[in-house]
């Protein structure tokens, strides 16, 4: 089994129990998003060693550094919402998972995984909103799109 098949798998099994979790209690615990960051970390390790990539560890700090600009990003995000509309338009979580999927995809897929996602919450709302089955304070889960761009994506 190839390595990214397999990463695939397990990816995709951690992000339908936070999925679910989130869906259910609106709250995502922190021991799944370390166990997300784990198996990204040790992707990136496993990607060095199969590619005999020399620079493995520049590989990682590399995608640490995403991740930081992308918490940072959706943070500033966050807070432009709160500040211009008062109201929070991104979850803790949200950013979190965001900013842990960056380890998986770099700076670059990130961003795209995040226009995307953005893309697919702004058609849903709209939606919502036109057949009136949107209700206020309904937290749109946003890693249910950005599940959907891994796959697509291929990181």
């Known amino acids: ?28 615990s922190e021991k799944k998003l370390r166990v997300l ?3 990204g970390i040790l992707y990136l390790m496993m990607i060095g060693v199969s590619t005999s990539e020399k620079y493995t560890i520049n590989l990682i700090i590399k995608n640490l550094l995403s991740m930081i600009t992308i918490f940072l990003f959706m943070l500033s995000i966050s807070y432009l919402g709160y500040k ?14 965001s900013s842990i999927g960056a380890l998986w995809l770099g700076l670059e897929l990130s961003f ?6 953005f893309f ?19 937290n749109i889960h946003s890693h249910l799109f950005y599940q959907l761009e891994y796959f697509v994506l291929g990181y």
């Open 1 to 28: 089994m190839s390595i990214k098949l397999l990463f695939t798998f397990i990816l995709s099994y951690i992000l339908f129990s936070i999925s679910s979790e989130d869906i259910k209690t609106m709250l995502i």
């Open 37 to 39: 960051a784990f198996f």
């Open 84 to 97: 211009l509309f008062r109201v929070n338009s991104l979850g803790l979580g949200d950013i979190k998972i």
């Open 112 to 117: 795209t995984a995040l226009a995307i996602s």
């Open 120 to 138: 697919l919450s702004s058609i849903y709302t709209i939606y919502s909103k036109i057949t009136k089955r949107f209700k206020n304070f309904i």
